[in-house]
């Protein structure tokens, strides 16, 4: 009966409001907020007990609930499931004085309960709808879980391996990277915020963290602005033009200050240049940790430094709730301050609908008929297999035979269906994915053998925050594999990293094959060379030996849920693989941060000098090139290119030009290529880089087709943060590149007057 009373109190309250605007909807609730519930609303708690179960007696559990009870906090993280969300939202709604609903934030990465390829292989794809619809499909089965925020999409640009975050984003390019944030912040928030299959979406992390140095996680970053400008902030850009409702801070300090207090990013340029209206969160105790730094002397002068930065909710440090009132007494920060925080974050909670319906994403009956749904199955297989990217395919070992073969299936990651659902995957059950030998015993044609060769691991990680610990002692299995592989027709070998290896807190200083696997690989191979390695890896790795050793390689990255399918499907030719790197591949980790669209140096070495000089940019014991470079990927069809032409040979700033290509399959089957565009600015106000995506298109031909592709190129593709820090397009020549990845040669020119 109170329950009935309390709702329908709810719901005349908001009858009688319904017809004001957010910003009167907002100021009223503000206008009636004390100091503590306005600091709460800044605050936001990680689950801490069986909410489910009895009320907490004590501890640190009894403080948060009792904060809770009293409306001061904003948002909890970690809380999952109809039943469970619905009472904690309970305890907001109708024990605080005014009511107000939580926000409930989860890091939905890539699926919830049905896991989809991790983000950076979806990315291999270049393909936005289906990236889209991952993300739309996503957020549908999370909401009917009770979830209505994710901290993502990750979109920081990466340019080194050794960073385990790398699986998180979409790889090296700032161009393929905004267009890939704007369709994840798509396919979150949808159209309605308001629709209970939709939620609010975070760019993260704010700004730079992908070029910690050494590639070690939480470390500090020294970029300039040329830097900055035009490679690491234009994808949070495209996110707050796609209209995200929040924004996550980093834990690394930039240019000596941490991000989380850095009022140049978050006041003037997110909130100011951009008009940012959402609210910004801090990475988890990120607040707290800048004491750590050293940049906060204590508990109270990182939250002043964090509120005047322009962080507007504190995640899980507990220093907004504790030390606001007291900073506000100080004089430190101002009431106007923390209302502008507030009114940001009651925004978000207006326009998801909760003060409508605080339980509009509380349905069991609903999560029950979504969740792990033939539509969201369907999906995870669809983008799984375009995310797979072809590395060499030497003599056509594949497609395979689906009739009549021996296949020794070989490898510590073959029969492993948890490796394959990557980090990050937190909703998910573990060993819920279809593994390579569920997905190859589908085809009944073929004799299929199973050896797992060597273990990876020692033991299976005890949760999220446990080191992985790889096998270095146990070579128990070789022989077995070995013997199988010389009894029979094509080897099948599935080796890469574990799960857990890639992910926050998981940078490596090697890039090789972990444990074993290399030797096993090269033992296989000296008994039987006739190989097909299938990696599943959360980064680029070092491949040297394979690549020139082993007929045919398959990025199969991590793939979610329907991998095994995924990956048997391309294999047998049932899918013919198009995807393309969205990161280099190095050939030594020495070569990393390595990257295409990298500057030129006065001494990059040119045709006819001295080839036993040494003063050119280079490194004397390998080459400069990547092993495999960004956009590279091939298929079961080949392409040829040529007749690049431009439509004129010069345009004005208000004009356009056109590039246009000639693409014919010269293949015997039917296949998907991804041309790639590529501009270069030869001399600038500021050093520019050799090359540069400014396009792509994904056409399907016949054998024996052809087509001709055009691109038109335009002022904007032109334009860059420059010397004079202003976004300009400056007159003079320009390069275009077409091609089938970012090492195409051939250009012509234009100029821009």
Known sequence: MKLKLILSALLISTFSIAQKTLDEKVSDLLSKMTLKEKIGQMNQYNGFWDITGPVPKGG???????HLSNGWVGSMLNVKGVKEVKEVQKIAVEKSRLGIPLIIGFDLIHGYKTVF???????ASWDLEAIRLSAELSAKEAAVAGINWTFAPMID????????????????????????AAARVKGFQGEDLASPYTIAATAKHFAAYGFVEAGKEYNTVDIGLNTLHNIVLPPFKAAADAGIKTFMNSFNDLNGIPATA????????????????????????????????????????????????GSDMDMESSIYIYELEKLIEENKISIAQIDDAVRRILSVKFELGLFEDPYRYCNEEREKEITGSKEIMDAALEVAKKSIVLLKNENEILPLKKKGVTIGLIGPLAADKNSPLGNWRIGADDNTAVSVLEGLQNYKGNNISHAQGVKLINKTPDGFHEEVQINTTDKTGFEEAIALAQKVEVVVMVLGEHGFQSGEG???SKLDLPGFQQELLEKVAAVNPNIVLVLMNGRPLVLNWAAENIPAIVEAWQLGTQSGHAIAQVLYGEYNPSGKLPMSFPRSVGQVPIYYNHK????????????????????????????FPFGFGLSYSKFEYSSLELSAKEMTKNSKIEASITIKNTGKVKGKEIIQLYIQDPFASAIR?????????????????????????????????????????????????VGTNSNVKEKLSFELK
């Open 689 to 737: 880089p050799v090359k540069e995506l400014k396009g792509f298109k994904t056409i399907e031909l016949e054998p024996g087709a052809s087509q001709k592709v055009t691109f038109t190129i335009k002022e904007a593709d032109l334009v860059f943060y420059n010397a004079k820090q202003k976004w300009e397009a400056e007159p003079g020549t320009f390069h275009v590149f």
């Open 117 to 123: 390829p991790i983000p950076l292989a979806e990315s």
């Open 506 to 508: 998981r940078s490596r």
């Open 60 to 66: 640190d559990s009894k403080i948060k609930y009792n």
């Open 157 to 180: 640009i990466t340019r080194d391996a050794r960073w385990g975050r790398v699986m998180e984003g979409a790889g090296e390019d700032p161009y393929l990277g905004s267009l890939i």
């Open 262 to 309: 850095d009022a140049y990013l978050q006041r003037d340029l997110l909130k100011g240049e951009w008009n940012f209206d959402g609210f910004v969160v801090s990475d988890w105790g990120s607040i707290r940790e800048m004491i750590e730094h050293g940049y906060a002397k204590d508990n109270n002068h990182a939250g002043e430094l964090a509120l005047l930065g």
């Open 600 to 627: 030129s140096t006065g001494r990059p070495g040119t045709e006819g000098e001295d080839p036993g000089s040494v003063f050119w940019s280079h490194y004397g014991d390998e080459e400069n090139d990547p092993l």
